[in-house]
Nanobody, 129 residues
Framework: QLQLVESGGSLVKPGGSLRLSCAASGFTVDSYMIGWFRQAPGKEREGVSCIQSIHIDGGKTNYAGSVKGRFTIARDSAKNTVYLQMNNLKPEDTAVYYC???????????????????WGQGTQVTVSS
């Protein structure tokens, strides 16, 4: 049974940093595509970042344009956990953040949220002064 548990969300001031964690069980994060998504009130869920299986292009990463240069996705194989380091946070980053996992053979760019079947419960990130 695949299970994902997010943590690390909090209230932070603009310009601050947070690191979200996505702890996985029931599968190995090395072999799955892991995505981070977010949903703000009244808005649709959007993709934030993605990391491919290490068996596909060595685990390439992908970022939404709005977070590129500020967010970094990384995988810790020993802890079976994927992280999202978020720097220089902005009020528009406020949302519930979800991680999702799916065995997918292609590149991150080939897939969207509908392709992921296993989801965590979400963690709230609020950026406000």
């Amino acid at each position: 049974q695949l299970q994902l548990v997010e943590s690390g969300g909090s209230l932070v001031k603009p310009g601050g940093s947070l690191r979200l964690s996505c702890a996985a069980s029931g599968f190995t994060v090395d072999s799955y595509m892991i995505g981070w998504f977010r949903q703000a009130p009244g808005k649709e869920r959007e993709g934030v970042s993605c990391i491919q299986s290490i068996h596909i292009d060595g685990g390439k990463t992908n970022y939404a344009g709005s977070v590129k240069g500020r967010f970094t996705i990384a995988r810790d194989s020993a802890k079976n956990t994927v992280y999202l380091q978020m720097n220089n946070l902005k009020p528009e980053d406020t949302a519930v953040y979800y991680c999702a996992a799916q065995w997918l053979p292609g590149s991150c760019e080939d897939y969207g949220s509908r392709d992921f079947r296993s989801w965590g419960q979400g963690t709230q990130v609020t950026v406000s002064s």
